[in-house]
């Protein structure tokens, strides 16, 4: 069975610091190009930030460059997002998902072929 499972999610203040892992399974991770992904109370889906399969290239949203780091680990099948500064209009659903084969950088939710249920980030004084 195919699963993608993010965890880290949780409350933070703004400013703060807070470290998403999604792990795969059911599926040769290392094949797949990984994207995060998060969506607002009311609003849209938002590109976060891709990695590709070897985890040499990566790219960010304007919003987060600088501040958010997104990294990968094959072995383990993990995709990580390391988010620093944490600001209150970030708060929001993050979801990691898996491009299909061949897509890079996926730009539509069309060309996600798995998705995870997802973990909330509240942040908030």
């Known amino acids: 069975e195919v699963q993608l499972a993010e965890s880290g999610g949780g409350l933070v203040q703004p400013g703060g610091s807070l470290r998403l892992s999604c792990t795969a399974s059911g599926f040769t991770f290392s094949n797949y190009a990984m994207t995060w992904v998060r969506q607002s109370p009311g609003k849209g889906l938002e590109r976060v930030s891709d990695?590709?399969?070897?985890?040499?290239?990566?790219t960010y949203a304007d919003s987060v460059k600088g501040r958010f780091t997104i990294s990968r680990d094959n072995a383990k099948s993990t995709v990580y997002l390391e988010m620093n500064s944490l600001k209150i209009e970030e708060t929001a659903k993050y979801y990691c998902?898996?491009?299909?084969?061949?897509?890079?950088?996926?730009?539509?939710?069309?060309?996600?072929?798995?998705w995870g249920p997802g973990t909330q980030v509240t942040v908030s004084s």
């Open positions: 990695i590709n399969k070897g985890g040499r290239s990566t």
């Open positions: 998902a898996g491009a299909f084969p061949g897509v890079w950088p996926a730009r539509t939710r069309f060309e996600y072929k798995y």
